[in-house]
């Protein structure tokens, strides 16, 4: 994969494990020479993301809505940034400019993106993975309320197969399908 959408929080969350994961991210995909594409906001998870990518070497592509960059929580130093004039034109762009997706931990945005890239896939709008990295268990909620749909007859089982989920990075990149250069702990 040459792009990787990430799907994460513009808050930082409680617990300082959401924040490493970020981080994590933008670093090993600098180090992997993958552009990071993301919602090009400059705080929460979002930044520590754009940021660690950019410290690293990395590039970064931002999509915002115009009325979301006039509340001035555009990231201004990324690789190349797009405005949209919809929240919908933003996730078409993300997922036009990205070869898979991961979802950090996040609020009602964020599962808006995972929801409606994931209904994409079921509807075989496009085929690329989608991954949830489950920080701390973070969406372990959310994936039995995934099997109850399935329990109760809401979703056809071969849909539980449509993302991956792990709770490390590496993990969730090799069932994503990309190799992980990654020796002693250190992303390469």
């Given at each position: 994969m040459k792009s990787i959408a990430v799907f994460c929080g513009a808050n930082k969350g409680f617990d300082?494990?959401?924040?490493?994961?970020a981080r994590e991210i933008g670093q090993a995909f600098a180090?992997?020479?993958?552009?990071?594409?993301?919602?090009?906001?400059?705080v929460g998870l979002m930044g520590i993301l754009a940021d660690a990518a950019l410290e690293n070497g990395g590039k970064v592509l931002g999509v915002i809505p115009g009325f979301l960059q006039k509340k001035e929580v555009c990231h201004m130093g990324l690789t190349e940034l797009v405005v949209t004039k919809t929240m919908h034109e933003r996730k078409q762009v993300m997922a036009e400019r990205s070869d898979g997706f991961i979802i950090l931990p996040g609020g009602f945005g964020t599962l808006d993106e995972?929801?409606?890239?994931?209904t994409w896939r079921q509807l075989h709008l496009h085929n690329k993975p989608i991954g949830i990295f489950d920080v701390g268990g973070f969406y372990q909620h959310l994936l039995a309320h995934?099997?109850?749909?399935?329990?109760?007859?809401?979703i056809r089982e071969a849909y539980l197969s449509l993302f991956m989920v792990a709770d490390n990075l590496p993990d969730?990149?090799?069932?994503?399908?990309e190799p992980v250069n990654i020796v002693e702990g250190k992303w390469l």
């Open positions: 300082p494990a959401y924040a490493a994961a180090q992997q020479n993958i552009l990071t594409v993301y919602g090009a906001g400059n995972f929801f409606e890239i994931l995934v099997k109850q749909m399935w329990n109760r007859g809401f969730l990149l090799l069932k994503m399908g």
